[in-house]
């Protein structure tokens, strides 16, 4: 079966004043469906750009995504834009939720009632945003993420954030959401610890792959 996300020697620059600083710099690796798998990094690493580019949000400037067997880089803006809301699902570190709704507005109604039970904020579904506690807010834009049913999860930094306690319920609900629902799931940190509850880590410095083996982690994950 093949990969349900590809990466070929993806390049990627920003340009600041008349000089090109490389974000990524031919990076390669693959995800297998129904991986959870967590890229690694420091602040500056290329990480976040990675998530940016495949999430179809940014493109890159030479190499291939190819994401359930569709080349991001061969698509149009419009073609990119249906394929990213059918085959994915976003975690941002900063929530993303509109101020004005409350929380049931800012998800879909796509069995709503069994994933607000399974993240535990179905009392607290008429509050907006302001309203609800940082571990609050980040379970709602889980939510918000896994009511389609995508086939990918893409969360940038979840558990940026949050203390210790909620940082630790996200992360089992991204796990939950990948072995029980069978999505997979492709998080973005700088924390070895959240790295802990994938099933193995990308590390990446300077724009660049630094265990091109992607070896799974030597420690024994948390059940």
Known sequence: MPAIIEVTEVQ??????KVDVPALRGVTFSVERGEFVAILGPSGSGKSTMFYVLGGLTRADSGHVVIDGADFTRLSDAERTRLRKSKIGFVFQKFNLLPTLDAKTNIDRDYFQRITDLLGISKRLMHRPSELSGGEQQRVALARALINKPAIILADEPTGNLDTRNSEAVLDLLRHSNKELGQTVLMITHNPEAAEF???SIHMRDGMIMDPAQEPH???KKD
Request: glycine share 8%.
């Open 12 to 17: 990627k620059n920003y340009r600041v004043g």
């Open 198 to 200: 994938a099933d193995r």
């Open 218 to 220: 030597l420690h024994p």
